[in-house]
Nanobody
């Protein structure tokens, strides 16, 4: 089992910045990748960015490339999402995800944190 605790959401004006954090605990040795997804009202959940733990290889949605950066602190078992130049269309609930392999593949999710970009 993997537990994920997110923090860092909030209200920000267009053009502003926020940093989300996701702390993992439990069977962290089994984690293959971690990432952030978001879901806006009436829309499907979509991948924002993820990082492969063993290689630090990253992937981003086209809509956030050049504005968002995913990183991790191995010592703290924490993944961050630095969000710059925020736009109103970035407004959504952001979920942390951990994809782990322990016999079978499992997806774990955080509770979600609201990000609202509005003037």
């Amino acid at each position: 089992q993997v537990q994920l605790v997110e923090s860092g959401g909030g209200l920000v004006q267009p053009g502003g910045s926020l940093r989300l954090s996701c702390a993992a605990s439990g069977s962290i040795f089994s984690i293959y990748s971690m990432g952030w997804y978001r879901q806006a009202p009436g829309k499907q959940r979509e991948l924002v960015a993820n990082i492969i733990i063993s290689t630090d290889s990253t992937r981003y949605a086209d809509s956030v490339k050049g504005r968002f950066t995913i990183s991790r602190d191995n010592a703290k078992n924490t993944v961050y999402l630095q969000m710059n130049s925020l736009k109103p269309e970035d407004t959504a609930v952001y979920y942390c995800n951990a994809n782990s392999l322990s016999g079978s593949w499992f997806d774990y999710w955080g509770q979600g944190t609201q990000v609202t970009v509005s003037s």
